[in-house]
Nanobody, 126 residues
């Protein structure tokens, strides 16, 4: 498993932007596919975006397409989530997750990710 630490959350007004970071503890992070999930109070944890180990393939939930961008810098063992045009419904705890590269590289299936961070809170005010 990989130790993951998220940062960058906070309070922002609707229409604003935030950039989340997910830093990993090991150099082999570059061989991991990584995803962001989010969980609002009373709701299940939901897929947001994923990026392959190489950074060449990405996948987004329909609700964030065109507004969020996932990227990675393997030299820094870090994955980013740039969130623009934020809406109140984006309010949630955001979690970074990782899995070893292989099949289903940018899967939205939560169960396939075996390493998780502690989360960072994003609150969007109207």
């Amino acid at each position: 498993q990989v130790q993951l630490v998220e940062s960058g959350g906070g309070l922002v007004q609707a229409g604003g932007a935030l950039r989340l970071s997910c830093a990993a503890s090991i150099r082999t992070f570059s061989t991991c596919d990584v995803a962001w999930f989010r969980q609002a109070p009373g709701k299940e944890r939901a897929f947001v975006a994923a990026i392959s180990w190489s950074g060449q393939t990405t996948n987004y939930a329909n609700s964030v397409k065109g507004r969020f961008t996932i990227s990675r810098d393997n030299a820094k063992n870090t994955v980013y989530l740039q969130m623009n045009s934020l809406k109140p419904e984006d309010t949630a705890a955001y979690y970074c997750a990782a899995k070893s590269k292989g099949a289903s590289i940018v899967t939205s299936a939560r169960a396939l990710y075996d390493s998780w961070g502690q989360g960072t809170q994003v609150t969007v005010s109207s």
